[in-house]
């Protein structure tokens, strides 16, 4: 079955400590893989994508992603975090021919300590 | 300004009642779409449109209706049928519905039952 998993449900990091969300995917392609932000209360932001090409991919507000097909993920990084990087983050996926519709995973809560 | 709006930011149900949630855009997209948030459980796809006058189900559109009569309009009724309705729902809009390359969110509306 296809799906979508972030394994961690809250995070707390330190104010400059680097920082790694996980993302896991099941299917049998590679789907179209992306991750948004959310601000309590807010709608969510697109922070980057992967369609196809290179592996690394950079986003915005200095975050990165990196695609490993052998393990099926796209996990999202940021070398040192700033404390207006508490939010909530969403990984996201298009598996193709599924009639492309974008499948969220259930989140996890990034709190920033100062 | 372009982007997407929603209204409105809170809104509340008696028993039975229906009540319809806006999003406007003017994006010029030409698909939109509306997700349901629970605590957990991330987003899940109720409605989707691709064009004008067309809409398909998501994953849980039991109790909720939606039309397109215009494009930059994909309103949401959340009917009697739903028991529990108590989220935030928040509407998107975006470019190519094939890769949901790219999609915009409105802020949200939280809707509660009383």
């Known amino acids: 079955a296809q799906s979508v998993t972030q394994p961690d449900i809250h995070i707390t990091v330190s104010e400059g400590a680097s920082l790694e969300l996980r993302c896991n995917y099941s299917y049998g392609a590679t789907p179209y893989l992306f991750w948004y932000v959310q601000s309590p209360g807010q709608g969510l932001q697109l922070l980057l994508k992967y369609f196809s090409g290179d592996t690394l991919v950079q986003g915005i507000k200095g975050f990165e992603a990196e695609f490993k097909r052998s393990q099926s993920s796209f996990n999202l990084r940021k070398p040192s975090v700033h404390w207006s990087d508490a939010a909530e983050y969403f990984c996201?996926?298009?598996?193709?021919?599924?009639?492309?519709?974008?499948?969220f995973g259930t989140g996890t809560q990034l709190k920033v300590e100062l | 300004d372009g982007g997407i709006t929603q209204s409105p930011k809170y809104l509340f149900r008696k028993e039975g009642q229906n009540v319809t949630l806006s999003c406007e855009q003017n994006?010029?997209?030409?698909?939109m779409y509306w997700y349901r948030q629970d605590p957990g459980q991330g987003l899940r796809l109720i409605y989707y449109?691709?064009?004008?006058?067309?809409?398909q189900k998501g994953d849980i559109a039991e109790g909720y209706s939606v039309s397109r009569e215009k494009k930059e309009s994909f309103p949401l009724t959340v009917t009697s049928a739903q028991k529990n309705p108590t989220a935030f729902y928040l509407c998107a809009s975006g470019v190519r519905a094939a890769t949901n390359e790219k999609l915009f969110f409105g802020s949200g509306t939280q809707l509660s039952v009383l």
């Open positions: 449109s691709q064009i004008v006058n067309d809409f």
């Open positions: 996201a996926v298009v598996f193709t021919g599924g009639g492309n519709k974008l499948t």
């Open positions: 994006l010029n997209h030409d698909a």
